[in-house]
């Protein structure tokens, strides 16, 4: 079992930048690809990024490339998602999931979920 823990969602404006945490607890992680997805409302959810815990390779929407970065702090066993240059449509519940899958961007290829943190971005 594989346990995850989000924090740091809030309310920003427009353009300001925000930072997720996603502390992972359990099996090895090395093995994992660790990803978030988000879910704004009457909205299906959607891939934003992942990194390769093992190698550190990184993979992002086109929606957010250039403005987000995902990282990991082995020491920490934590995922970051550092997002910049915030928008109205980054608004939605961010969830941070697990995977041994090489299909990072598929949602249901994902085992283990958070139990997701709210980012709003206001005008």
């Known amino acids: 079992q594989v346990q995850l823990v989000e924090s740091g969602g809030g309310l920003v404006q427009a353009g300001a930048s925000l930072s997720l945490s996603c502390v992972v607890s359990?099996?090895?992680?090395?093995?994992?690809?660790m990803g978030w997805f988000r879910q704004a409302p009457g909205k299906e959810r959607e891939f934003v990024a992942a990194?390769?815990?093992?190698?550190?390779?990184?993979y992002y929407a086109d929606s957010v490339k250039g403005r987000f970065t995902i990282s990991r702090d082995n020491a920490k066993n934590t995922v970051y998602l550092q997002m910049s240059s915030l928008k109205l449509e980054d608004t939605a519940v961010y969830y941070c999931?697990?995977?041994?899958?090489?299909?990072?961007?598929?949602?249901?290829?994902?085992?283990?979920w958070g139990q997701g943190t709210q980012v709003t971005v206001s005008s």
């Open positions: 990194v390769r815990w093992s190698t550190g390779y990184t």
């Open positions: 999931a697990a995977t041994v899958s090489a299909r990072v961007e598929r949602g249901d290829a994902y085992d283990y």
């Open positions: 359990g099996r090895t992680v090395s093995r994992y690809v």
